[in-house]
């Protein structure tokens, strides 16, 4: 999140969407009504749950990814994964239902849409998109981004990413993201047509990698000293999930060992035979059952993955031009002296009046800003208590399994 001043192009509060193209009539009224009124209702937002009409008129979802081939920019050929979304309107029409509106959508644009997103709403804690490559895995899952398995959990994370813009109460009214869900054709075009890349290579953004802050706000120091250290705990909760996954897996195929040793034995045995079988048919499925108990886990360590890309996000990277000073050299007469020193009393003055009006864009901006961060607090606060827990509970799940196929081993030996 970059604190920067407010484009005077584009107000902190967008204008009322207003759908553009030609969506599905139904999906386009819903939507345009009721966005109009939320901006003109809620110019002041402070919950997120009030302004959730997007959720509570249209579903999105994205629904299937599908693999193809084609040509890129530099004319070459090309494998990649498009995905379906789908918008349908929850309200009905007349009493009839509102078909679908679908398109299909690289992953390159989604990423064109968040990167949109951050230049124009630079006090926005703007969600994640899901990894493009997989990390954080254990050795026996692929890391191919190509992966049917990984294609899913990506298809997953990227509906989560469209369903957190849609639930926000600002991003939710911006016209790229609605044309983003309703049209597919010339989507890119319109998106640059708005100057955002221009706007992320100012000179203003090249400042702000120059110059600190001499007096920077200690609530946006002390968020970017939390978003380091969420960072690199998340980062190595990360590492040592994959490590144990890797030896959980070790241990569950050493259960397979168990179940062919045991079918084996049964085969000499006459009296212990069926006992010796029936603990051995037990082990084989406890040890198969490993596959799926981690990939499950993976989706846990999405959650947690959505998190460490939050935290890069919150980064606070600012500017002033405080530091700066003008040396004036050089031989002059007194004529020159005094028309310079007046030249500069003009410039002075012009300059107080700019740094007022900076002044009150930055507490602006600071306030705005500071909202929307109190309420990504909530929601992470939410998120992580929810994925831990059910981490935990799967964990108690499964060693309880374990439990059960050594109570039920001790009952085949027993029977011998």
Same mark, same amino acid.
Request: proline share 3%.
């Given at each position: 999140?970059?604190?920067?001043?407010? =484009?005077?192009?584009?107000?902190?509060?967008?204008?009322?969407?207003?759908?553009?193209?030609?969506?599905?009539?139904?999906?386009?009224?819903?939507?345009?009504?009721?966005?109009?009124?939320?901006?003109?209702?809620?110019?002041?937002?402070?919950?997120?749950?009030?302004?959730?009409?997007? !959720?509570?008129?249209?579903?999105?979802? @994205?629904?299937?990814?599908?693999?193809?081939?084609?040509?890129?920019?530099? *004319?070459?050929?090309? $494998?990649?994964?498009?995905?379906?979304?789908?918008?349908?309107?929850?309200?009905?029409?007349?009493?009839?239902?509102?078909?679908?509106?679908?398109?299909?959508?690289?992953?390159?644009?989604?990423?064109?849409?968040?990167?949109?997103?951050?230049?124009?709403? #630079?006090?926005?804690? @703007?969600? #994640?998109? #899901?990894?493009?490559?997989?990390?954080?895995?254990?050795?026996?899952?692929?890391?191919?981004?190509?992966?049917?398995?990984?294609?899913?959990?990506?298809?997953?994370? !990227?509906?989560?990413?469209?369903?957190?813009?849609?639930?926000?109460?600002?991003?939710?009214?911006?016209?790229?993201?609605?044309?983003? !869900? $309703?049209?597919?054709?010339?989507?890119?075009?319109?998106? *640059?047509?708005?100057?955002?890349?221009?706007?992320?290579?100012?000179?203003?953004?090249?400042?702000?990698?120059?110059?600190?802050?001499?007096?920077? =706000?200690?609530?946006?120091?002390?968020?970017?000293? +939390?978003?380091?250290?969420?960072?690199?705990?998340?980062?190595?909760?990360?590492?040592?999930?994959?490590?144990?996954?890797?030896?959980?897996?070790? @241990?569950?195929?050493?259960?397979?060992? +168990?179940?062919?040793?045991?079918?084996?034995?049964?085969?000499?045995?006459?009296?212990?035979?069926?006992?010796?079988?029936?603990?051995?048919?037990?082990? %084989?499925?406890?040890?198969?059952?490993?596959? %799926?108990?981690?990939?499950?886990?993976?989706? +846990?360590?999405?959650?947690?993955?959505?998190?460490?890309?939050?935290?890069?996000?919150?980064?606070?990277?600012?500017?002033?031009?405080?530091?700066? $000073?003008?040396?004036?050299?050089?031989?002059?007469?007194?004529?020159?002296?005094?028309?310079?020193?007046?030249?500069?009393?003009?410039?002075? *003055?012009?300059?107080?009046?700019?740094?007022?009006?900076?002044?009150?864009?930055?507490?602006?901006?600071?306030?705005?800003?500071?909202? =929307?961060?109190?309420?990504?607090?909530?929601?992470?606060?939410?998120?992580?208590?929810?994925?831990?827990?059910?981490?935990?509970?799967?964990?108690?799940?499964?060693?309880?399994?374990?439990?059960?196929?050594?109570? *039920?081993?001790?009952?085949?030996?027993?029977?011998?």
């Amino acid at each position: 999140m970059e604190q920067a001043p407010r =484009d005077p192009e584009r107000q902190l509060q967008p204008a009322p969407l207003e759908p553009l193209g030609c969506p599905d009539a139904g999906l386009g009224a819903a939507v345009g009504k009721e966005a109009a009124g939320a901006g003109e209702e809620d110019s002041g937002v402070d919950t997120m749950t009030h302004n959730n009409f997007w !959720l509570k008129k249209i579903e999105i979802s @994205v629904s299937e990814a599908e693999k193809r081939t084609g040509r890129n920019a530099m *004319n070459m050929q090309e $494998t990649y994964t498009a995905y379906l979304i789908e918008t349908r309107s929850v309200e009905h029409t007349d009493g009839q239902s509102v078909l679908t509106d679908s398109l299909w959508r690289r992953y390159s644009e989604f990423e064109l849409l968040r990167n949109y997103l951050l230049v124009y709403y #630079p006090h926005i804690v @703007v969600p #994640p998109l #899901p990894e493009k490559r997989a990390e954080f895995v254990w050795h026996k899952l692929s890391a191919d981004n190509m992966d049917p398995d990984f294609v899913e959990r990506r298809r997953i994370g !990227l509906e989560n990413f469209l369903l957190r813009i849609a639930s926000h109460p600002i991003l939710c009214r911006d016209k790229i993201f609605y044309l983003f !869900l $309703t049209q597919e054709g010339n989507w890119k075009e319109t998106v *640059n047509e708005t100057g955002f890349q221009l706007k992320a290579d100012s000179r203003l953004k090249a400042l702000n990698a120059t110059f600190r802050v001499k007096n920077p =706000d200690k609530r946006f120091t002390d968020l970017k000293h +939390y978003s380091d250290e969420l960072q690199s705990v998340i980062s190595h909760l990360l590492r040592v999930r994959a490590r144990v996954a890797d030896r959980l897996y070790g @241990v569950y195929k050493v259960h397979g060992n +168990y179940g062919r040793v045991f079918s084996e034995w049964s085969a000499i045995e006459k009296e212990m035979g069926d006992g010796l079988q029936s603990a051995g048919h037990h082990m %084989d499925v406890y040890a198969s059952s490993i596959d %799926d108990i981690l990939e499950d886990e993976e989706h +846990y360590a999405d959650q947690l993955k959505e998190y460490l890309f939050y935290a890069e996000a919150l980064t606070v990277r600012t500017f002033s031009l405080k530091g700066m $000073t003008t040396k004036l050299f050089g031989q002059e007469t007194p004529e020159q002296r005094e028309a310079r020193i007046k030249v500069l009393e003009e410039q002075i *003055n012009e300059g107080e009046q700019q740094l007022k009006s900076k002044n009150l864009e930055g507490r602006e901006f600071v306030k705005n800003a500071w909202a =929307d961060i109190e309420r990504f607090k909530e929601q992470k606060n939410r998120d992580l208590k929810e994925a831990l827990i059910s981490y935990a509970v799967m964990q108690i799940s499964m060693c309880k399994k374990g439990i059960q196929v050594w109570t *039920n081993a001790k009952e085949c030996f027993s029977k011998m």
